[in-house]
C-alpha cells in the first residue's frame, strides 16, 4: 500500500478528532494502588457512566493549538464508543482522510477518575486502509459529575506495522450531555400560505 507524505500525516495527527491518551510511564491509580486491567467491575454510581461532549487540544509544534469535537459514550459494563467525524478536513496536499467509529474499553482508577483505550482506523482517497489507531486516555470527572478533564496519546500504525506518523498527544475536557425538555422545532411553525399561518381577516 502506498505510504502517504509524512508532512500530511503528521498533520493528519493534529486534527484527528479523538481521540484518547495514555498517562505517564508507570502510572498508578490516585490511591497508589496499580492501575486495574480489563474486567475490573465497575463501581454502581461511577460518574463517568453516560455520553459526553468531548473537545480534544492537540499539542503540535510550530502550530496553533487544534482543537476538535468528538462524542464519546461509557457503559456499566467498561465498553467504550466514540463518534469521530467521517472525513478528515482537506488537507494541503489534497489527501482526504476518512475516520471510522472508535470502539473499546475503560477501567476506574479511583471514585471519579479513570483510564480508557479504544481502536478506530482511517482511510485514504481510494478507500484504502491506511492507519489503524489506538487512543489511550486519563481523565477525572469533576465532583459534581457533570464535566472531566484529562490526557491523551494516538498512536497510528500502518497496516505493515510501519509508524504511520509520530505518536500524538494533548489534552481534553468534556461536559455530560442531559437530557433536555423539548423546544420548539421547526415542523412545530406553520408554513407561509397555510390556514394557521394567515392573519384573521378583521
Keep these: 500500500m502506498r505510504r502517504l507524505a509524512v508532512p500530511v500525516a503528521v498533520l493528519a495527527v493534529t486534527i484527528v478528532g479523538l ?25 454502581v454510581g461511577h460518574p463517568l ?41 482537506s488537507l494541503p496536499l489534497g489527501a482526504g482522510l476518512f475516520l471510522t467509529e472508535g470502539h473499546g474499553a475503560w477501567v476506574p482508577t479511583g471514585e471519579r477518575a479513570a483510564d480508557a483505550t479504544f481502536v478506530f482506523v482511517m482511510l485514504d482517497q481510494s478507500g484504502g486502509l491506511a492507519s489503524i489507531n489506538t487512543a489511550r486516555t486519563s481523565l477525572e470527572v469533576n465532583a459534581t459529575g457533570d464535566a472531566y478533564v ?21 489534552t481534553f475536557e468534556a461536559i455530560r450531555i442531559q ?24
Design 49 to 89: 457512566v453516560g455520553s459526553w461532549r468531548v473537545t480534544f487540544a492537540f499539542e503540535a509544534q510550530n502550530q496553533p493549538p487544534v482543537e476538535l469535537i468528538s462524542l464519546a459514550t461509557y457503559t456499566s459494563d467498561g465498553t467504550l464508543v466514540v463518534a469521530n467525524a467521517g472525513q478528515m478536513p
Design 179 to 202: 437530557v433536555e425538555p423539548p423546544g420548539i422545532s421547526f415542523a412545530a411553525t406553520p408554513a407561509v400560505g397555510s390556514p394557521a399561518a394567515s392573519t384573521p381577516a378583521p
Design 150 to 170: 484529562g490526557t491523551f496519546t494516538l498512536d497510528m500504525v500502518e497496516p505493515e506495522g510501519n509508524p504511520f506518523a509520530p505518536p500524538a498527544r494533548g
Design 19 to 43: 481521540l484518547a491518551g495514555r498517562g505517564l510511564p508507570g502510572a498508578r491509580a490516585h490511591d497508589g494502588t496499580p492501575i486495574p486491567t480489563a474486567g475490573t467491575p465497575i463501581p
